[in-house]
């Protein structure tokens, strides 16, 4: 073994030399960790081996690879701690540990790509295939089933007589993937995994539509309002009829599931919650609104409902006050009917509405308050919203407009400043309905020009960096309280 010499980091040895210069930082109790040698630190701490002799080599060869083991680069004694100054030269090891500490945050962070606002995408990839009218009017047809699609383009499905209507919600994405949608007198479910279309039901009746789709919270269940008012709950595993409800006398244009509470409202100006486990159903009907209740949504804890009516009010209810008729608020600050109405994922208590062609706005909510956070006006009608889960955004799908440069397209707005990230006005007809895929990364639109559209432009999520625990941090050496 080497004998270290007693003047080897003395003031003296080291003054020897005038060319060379030196720093001498801390105390001579404290070790100084520019001057450490980490990486050879680490790795012997982390070398569980024991040592074995092999009596094949000789003490010359033993020597030479324990000087190896114990000598830095410049033949110098290897030491883990160093208590005074060495040559500036030799800071190459903390550089290194930055490197891993670089290389490790890079990783976190997705390979060092900052997660920026989704914008739309500036194409539209589109697919024309000639096919027999009678197969049209049968089913839904994947257009792009064969083909590659990019990330962020649209997948087209054709969704014929899809019925052009403001006040109905004919269309819903489960939470078992599966978009159910009304097309005329039929209902249909996509299955957006293994794309298999299905035929739920077909209505006889020459008279009759479904008017409105809404899938349960656990996704077994749709519930299919009909123009002529009647309320029904499919089995969509068993494609069976479970229940029919007929206590509305008019057209069912919306729908909402509050776990075992389906809520219902119709153009006989009547909201209805049914209690769908109970015999007799009702537990509750609001003779509020004095036109049709076209928009209808539970917030996201289950305990407040919002209402929107055709004349162009919106109503607040607490759950337990219902009974009582009273509500919490009414807000009469639209000037058309009041459909698109959508819960904030991240802040229970605010909610954004938007309203018809003569209104064009839409108007950020705090619920507790009954206040108008913000108000932007889109100048044109709005057909539906839905919340951005992974990202503060939220995304509008709109009809007509005075303005041919606006109209029938969607838009992505930044929350809570409501600026305008993008838009996509490509479409030939207005945006009915949105809806989004169960892991929030997919939005769906129904436009009336017959098709579903699909756009990538809610992911991917960013990470939620305070979830590092700081163990965690300090051994992927991204953080450390020592330096």
């Excluded at 349960?216 to 709950?233: E, I, M, N, P």
């Excluded at 058309?336 to 209104?359: F, I, R």
């Excluded at 992505?412 to 409501?418: C, D, H, I, V």
């Excluded at 979830?467 to 953080?479: M, W, Y």
Aim: net charge positive.
């Amino acid at each position: 073994m080497w004998e270290l010499q007693s003047d080897w980091y003395s003031p003296t040895r080291l003054n020897s030399n005038p060319i060379t210069q030196y720093d001498f930082p801390g105390d001579r109790f404290i070790p100084n960790r520019s001057l450490m040698d980490l990486d050879q630190a680490r790795s012997l701490l982390s070398n569980r081996t024991t040592p074995n002799r092999n009596s094949n080599f000789n003490e010359v060869y033993r020597k030479s690879i324990e000087d190896k083991l114990t000598l830095d680069s410049e033949g110098n004694p290897f030491r883990m701690l160093v208590f005074r100054g060495s040559p500036k030269s030799n800071r190459k090891s903390i550089r290194c540990v930055d490197l891993m500490r670089q290389d490790e945050a890079k990783e976190l962070d997705g390979n060092g790509k900052h997660h920026q606002p989704r914008r739309l995408p500036k194409v539209l990839q589109t697919y024309h295939f000639f096919l027999p009218i009678s197969f049209l009017f049968c089913s839904l047809l994947l257009l792009c089933s064969k083909c590659g699609m990019l990330k962020g383009e649209a997948r087209i499905l054709d969704a014929p007589n899809i019925r052009n209507d403001f006040y109905m919600s004919t269309m819903d994405w489960g939470k078992n993937n599966v978009i159910a949608i009304a097309l005329g007198k039929d209902l249909f479910l996509w299955n957006a995994e293994n794309r298999e279309v299905h035929k739920l039901l077909q209505v006889d009746d020459l008279n009759d539509f479904p008017s409105s789709v809404a899938w349960s919270q656990d996704a077994k269940t749709v519930a299919v309002g009909f123009r002529r008012s009647k309320l029904q709950l499919w089995d969509a595993e068993t494609s069976k009829l479970v229940r029919s409800l007929e206590n509305h006398k008019d057209r069912i244009a919306s729908i909402t599931w509050n776990g075992h509470t389906l809520t219902s409202g119709s153009r006989d100006k009547s909201i209805i919650n049914h209690d769908v486990r109970a015999g007799s159903n009702v537990t509750c009907r609001l003779r509020t609104h004095t036109e049709e209740v076209c928009g209808l949504k539970w917030s996201g804890e289950g305990n407040v409902l919002a209402s929107g009516g055709n004349e162009n009010l919106l109503y607040i209810w607490d759950s337990s006050k219902m009974n009582s008729q009273r509500f919490l608020f009414r807000l009469k600050d639209h000037r058309a009917a009041v459909k698109a109405l959508a819960w904030c994922p991240y802040q229970s208590e605010v909610l954004a509405s938007g309203a018809g062609t003569k209104d064009g706005c839409i108007k950020i909510w705090n619920t507790k308050k009954g206040t108008c956070i913000k108000s932007i006006a889109t100048e044109a009608q709005v057909c539906g919203l839905e919340w951005n889960r992974h990202h503060k955004e939220i995304m509008s799908g709109h009809g007509y407009s005075a303005s041919e440069l606006i109209k029938n397209q969607l838009c992505l707005w930044r929350y809570p400043s409501m600026d305008k990230v993008g838009s996509l006005n490509r479409y030939t007809s207005r945006v009915l309905h949105l809806s989004q895929s169960p892991d929030g990364l997919t939005v769906v639109s129904a436009v009336a020009d017959g098709s579903l559209r699909f756009l990538e432009v809610f992911g991917p999520p960013s990470i939620d960096k305070s979830r590092i625990s700081p163990l965690d941090g300090l051994l992927s050496l991204k953080i450390s309280p020592i330096r």
